[in-house]
């Protein structure tokens, strides 16, 4: 059997942090824009991309809204026993909240 899959970051010229290293930066990121009263944004691919995200995300900062996109995927990380920090629905949150 061959298995083929796209990894255009996986070629020799990238060399990425480590992983927790890029999370401890995050968490660094998102924590200061909380204290200024700012939100912070992060995109990624809604199966598998968000989740590594999520995976690394401090959720004692605030609240971690997903969109619609992504949540039924976290439902089904979860259901398959792989830990995530809770989560809601962006379409569940009023925007005054969303402001905290």
Known sequence: HTFITESTFGLPIYRWA?????????????RKNAEEGRC?????????KAQRI??????????I???GAVEP???VYREGGIALPPTLMVSDVSKADLKQ
Do not use: K
């Open 54 to 63: 999520l995976s690394g995300l401090d959720p004692s900062i605030g609240p």
């Open 65 to 67: 809204v997903c969109h």
């Open 40 to 48: 912070s944004v992060v995109f990624g691919y809604s199966f598998g």
């Open 18 to 30: 480590p992983e927790q290293s890029i999370f401890d930066d995050m968490n660094r990121w998102w």
């Open 73 to 75: 995927l976290n439902r």
